[in-house]
């Protein structure tokens, strides 16, 4: 495959990346972007249970790994200051953790793009606090073309509240190598929509994420990586997919769900 160079074309607040067909360079075979509370996932679903799993756990460590412009992340932190409030100490800070020092720069200096529809989903997710972790600014731009279309989105840049931004702790590392330090258990690890990018070292960076959990340690894909990641091979280093969950893996050592693949996602809904 051939891994084009970052296309700073922002929609929901960030940047392309596209993946080609290596023997048909022309040919795009994939194209990915970063938002806030990305619906490949079931935010409540999940984090409730992850809360009540977590409930009698001293400390966890949480981890976005890749994390772009650190929508992911501030998300993380969103819907656990929503869920949890002064009790979501325990989860914080959220390390973020990406190799682009471009793309992390805004956050950095407390900035970040939304479209309005990251603005619908942060509202739909805080029980419309958006207000509560961001600003609006007067300053608002249309992107560069979405992807191979000619379609753009009005973005707006929002200041990050100082009670938000210090829930984060942004690192710029290749993550290849950040996940040798991560710590040995009570892992809950957000590694989503970035597999393709690490070919071909994508076992050796999932034996390494195998060494570093135990079985109260989770791990997020996300939904397109599930065709990219050697989690598709069942229960690859003692992995296995949630039974409930969409695109949580954990260490239950059971088969069974991973033998289910063809459930429908369509029909699974966070509520």
């Known amino acids: 495959m051939i891994i084009s160079k970052l296309s700073y074309?922002?929609?929901?607040?960030?940047?392309y990346r596209k993946v080609y067909m290596s023997d048909k360079p022309h040919m795009l075979d994939h194209e990915s972007s970063?938002?806030?509370?990305k619906n490949d996932y079931l935010w409540n679903k999940s984090f409730d249970f992850f809360i009540?799993?977590?409930d009698n756990t001293e400390?966890?460590?949480?981890?976005?790994?890749?994390?772009?412009?650190?929508?992911?992340?501030?998300?993380?932190a969103m819907i656990l200051d929503t869920k949890l409030g002064n009790e979501s100490d325990k989860y914080f800070p959220i390390i973020a953790v990406d190799n682009d020092d471009i793309i992390l720069n805004?956050?950095?200096?407390?900035?970040?793009?939304?479209?309005?529809d990251d603005e619908v989903r942060i509202n739909h997710y805080t029980n419309n606090n958006l207000n509560k972790y961001l600003k609006r600014t007067g300053y608002s731009h249309l992107s560069g073309r979405i992807g191979d279309t000619d379609n753009q989105k009005l973005l707006t840049a929002f200041t990050v509240s100082p009670e938000l931004l210090k829930k984060i702790k942004v690192i710029i590392a290749d993550v290849n190598e950040y996940v040798d330090t991560i710590s040995d258990k009570n892992n809950l690890i957000f590694?989503?929509?970035?597999?393709?990018?690490?070919?071909?070292?994508?076992?050796?960076?999932?034996?390494?994420?195998?060494?570093?959990?135990d079985k109260n340690s989770y791990l997020s894909i996300g939904g397109y990586d599930e065709f990219m990641c050697p989690l598709t091979i069942k229960n690859m280093y003692?992995?296995?997919?949630?039974?409930?969950?969409?695109n949580v893996y954990d260490k239950?050592?059971?088969?069974?769900?991973?033998d289910m693949r063809t459930f429908n996602k369509v029909n699974m809904r966070d509520y």
């Not at 970063?34 to 509370?37: M, R």
């Not at 805004?106 to 309005?116: C, E, M, T, V, Y």
């Not at 239950?252 to 991973?258: A, H, T």
């Open 9 to 15: 074309q922002p929609v929901f607040g960030t940047s």
């Open 52 to 54: 009540d799993k977590y």
């Open 59 to 76: 400390k966890v460590h949480v981890y976005s790994l890749a994390c772009s412009d650190c929508s992911e992340a501030l998300s993380i």
């Open 106 to 116: 805004k956050i950095r200096n407390g900035i970040i793009d939304l479209a309005p």
């Open 238 to 246: 003692g992995f296995s997919m949630h039974p409930e969950l969409l």
């Open 252 to 258: 239950s050592g059971s088969n069974y769900f991973d």
């Open 34 to 37: 970063t938002c806030c509370f």
């Open 191 to 213: 590694s989503r929509n970035m597999w393709v990018y690490l070919h071909p070292n994508q076992k050796a960076y999932l034996h390494k994420l195998s060494q570093k959990t």
